[in-house]
């Protein structure tokens, strides 16, 4: 069965830092991953796919990457803003029917 | 115009009521889904329908039943309820479940409160 963890759960920067997200999970047999932003009272937002066979994905300030063999991603924010506050969702899809999703980290940028 | 969305947003009902959430799509994706999110912000599967067949049912109680009419819709029904099927229910799509390129578009979600 697939866990997922995300660390830290929490993170508070001030604004203009840069940071990095991680994920963990168990089976390295995916499909792809995807990192989620959630804004309080919203739904998901799809950030970035990375698919089994990627290293890493890229769309504006964020740059996702991915090591299968060991079962590791990270989210990397540059020049962080008080709009990304949100909480941050990793999830690995392994049989292509499902996403297995961490916890989350809950990130805040203060100005 | 929105792709996913869902109705109610919220729901409030009593213990041992039946209620239904309804979930369209207008992205014109072959794969719906289900997801719960609990008290303490967990997100997991509970459906996932392919071309109206079912596909995944991850041990979901019998009380809740999935019905998807036609590729654009999935709705959750959901009988006899109880305090702790409190939590809000995602919808999502996806063009083609089982693909390596496949995202999944979630709704707003619906909160559903048991009293």
């Known amino acids: 069965k697939q866990e997922v963890t995300q660390i830290p759960a929490a993170l508070s920067v001030p604004e203009g830092e840069n940071l990095v997200l991680n994920c963990s999970f168990t089976d390295s047999a995916i499909y792809n991953l995807q990192w989620f932003r959630q804004d309080p009272g919203k739904g998901l937002t799809s950030l970035l796919l990375?698919?089994?066979?990627?290293r890493e994905q890229t769309s504006g300030r964020l740059n996702a990457s991915l090591d299968k063999s060991s079962g590791r991603s990270t989210l990397y924010i540059a020049a962080s803003q008080p709009g990304d506050s949100a909480t941050y969702l990793c999830a690995v899809a392994n049989s292509g029917y499902a996403l297995n999703f961490g916890k989350g980290t809950s990130l805040l940028v203060t100005p | 115009d929105t792709a996913v969305s869902q109705t109610p947003k919220y729901l409030v009902t009593q213990m041992g009521n039946d209620k239904s959430i309804k979930c369209e799509q207008n992205?014109?994706?072959?794969?719906m889904y289900w997801y719960k999110q609990d008290s303490k912000k967990f997100l997991k599967i509970m459906f996932s329908?392919?071309?109206?067949?079912?596909?995944i049912n991850e041990t979901v109680p019998n009380r809740f039943s999935p019905k998807s009419p036609d590729k654009a819709h999935l709705n959750l029904h959901i009988n006899s309820l109880e305090l702790g099927d409190s939590a809000v229910y995602f919808c999502?799509?996806?063009?083609?479940?089982?693909?390596?390129?496949?995202?999944?578009?979630f709704g707003p979600g619906t909160r559903l409160t048991v009293l």
């Open positions: 329908y392919n071309n109206k067949e079912l596909i």
């Open positions: 999502a799509s996806s063009q083609q479940g089982g693909s390596l390129t496949d995202t999944q578009y």
């Open positions: 992205l014109g994706h072959d794969t």
């Open positions: 990375i698919q089994s066979s990627q």
